[in-house]
């Protein structure tokens, strides 16, 4: 989903497009937690999820890449038994911790806007 342009280009180009023609799709994943949880948002929208293919929790900050919208850690892993927990609080649900990703920024990289 975050290569289709969003949310919304992700689900109308690709899952729409995909029921239309009674196909299910299964979202390749190899995004941070924030990226996971987007792919989730959108699994869950349409009748023809099958699975999210996904491998990242090698990486060794992957859990404390985001936080809860006030800011405080996670309720539980985003992953648990398998299972992505999908956020209910406004938008994502979830927010990217700025601190652990600029700690684990390539060198050189820049950091958003700067």
Not at 7 to 27: F, K, N, Q, S, W
Not at 62 to 85: F, K, Y
């Amino acid at each position: 989903m975050q290569k289709a342009g969003g949310l919304l280009e992700g689900r109308r180009r690709i899952c729409d497009l995909a029921d239309t023609h009674y196909v299910a799709v299964a979202p390749h994943c190899i995004a941070s937690p924030l990226g996971t949880i987007t792919s989730a948002h959108v699994a869950a929208a349409v009748p023809n999820f099958l699975a999210l293919e996904w491998h990242g929790m090698s990486v060794p900050f992957w859990e404390e890449m985001v936080t809860a919208p006030d800011g405080t850690l996670l309720d539980g892993l985003v992953i648990e038994d398998g299972v992505i927990r999908v956020p209910d609080a406004p938008g994502l649900g979830v927010e990217l911790n700025e601190e652990v990703a600029r700690e684990y920024a390539l060198e050189g990289e820049p950091f958003f806007e700067e």
